[in-house]
């Protein structure tokens, strides 16, 4: 069973606009990642964030986290077309290794 | 080598038969992990390994299905007596402890 939901399940954007999505989870974490995956490809780890963290910036990227709330957010500023595909957050459950994943987004940006 | 590496990339086979997929770690990572990704949704925990031992297999879904990694760097996922319900995409991904998980492009796997 997976831990987290995903909203929006799906989104369309026009190339140069921002992309938010957002993960929320269940249970208490040490961190939060999120990842790409391209449409027949392995997951690519964008982000980490730690659970005393709430901001966090990667080049276009910009994740916050609020733990009060078992939320958190990826915001994509500036999209691409190369930017089109399922992005998805997962955690890493206290006491344990394995990540529970959410559902995904799937984002496509349209030129 | 530079990233996960998979094998096969696919693989058909008919109900019944038994299947075994190959996962190269990043060299280094002790930590390896099984997912089941389904279509349309996201990856699901199967099993976990830090260097040979097998410490979580929470996951397996059945005992039809089996993990080994037995010098600590690559693995094995086997399923006996595969059944149509086990056609997904069979993703392994390794670290260092305490670090971000590296995917391979993961085995997609289809039942007849």
């Known amino acids: 069973s997976q831990q987290g939901e995903e909203d929006p399940q799906a989104l369309s954007i026009q190339e140069g606009e921002n992309a938010t999505m957002n993960c929320s989870y269940k249970t208490s974490i040490n961190n939060l990642q999120w990842y790409r995956q391209n449409s027949g490809r392995g997951l690519v780890h964008l982000i980490l964030i730690r659970s005393n963290e709430r901001e966090k910036h990667s080049g276009r990227l910009r994740v916050t986290l609020d733990t009060s709330k078992k939320s958190s957010s990826l915001l994509i500023t500036a999209s691409r077309a190369a930017d089109t595909a399922s992005y998805f957050c997962a955690t890493d459950v206290q006491g344990a290794q394995k990540l529970v994943f959410g559902q995904g987004t799937r984002l496509t940006i349209n030129p | 080598g530079a990233g996960v590496s998979q094998s096969p990339r696919y693989k058909v086979a008919k109900r019944g038969q038994d299947v075994a997929l190959r996962c190269d770690p990043i060299s280094g990572h002790v930590s390896l992990f099984w997912y089941q990704q389904a279509l349309g949704q996201g990856p699901e925990f199967l099993t976990y390994f830090q260097n040979e031992a097998q410490l979580d297999k929470s996951g397996l879904p059945s005992d039809r299905f089996f993990a080994e990694r037995p010098e600590g760097s690559v693995s094995t996922l086997k399923i006996q007596r595969t059944q149509q319900e086990d056609s997904a995409v069979y993703l392994c991904?390794?670290?260092?402890?305490?670090?971000?998980?590296?995917f391979g492009d993961g085995t997609r796997l289809s039942i007849l």
């Open positions: 991904a390794s670290s260092l402890a305490g670090w971000a998980q590296h």
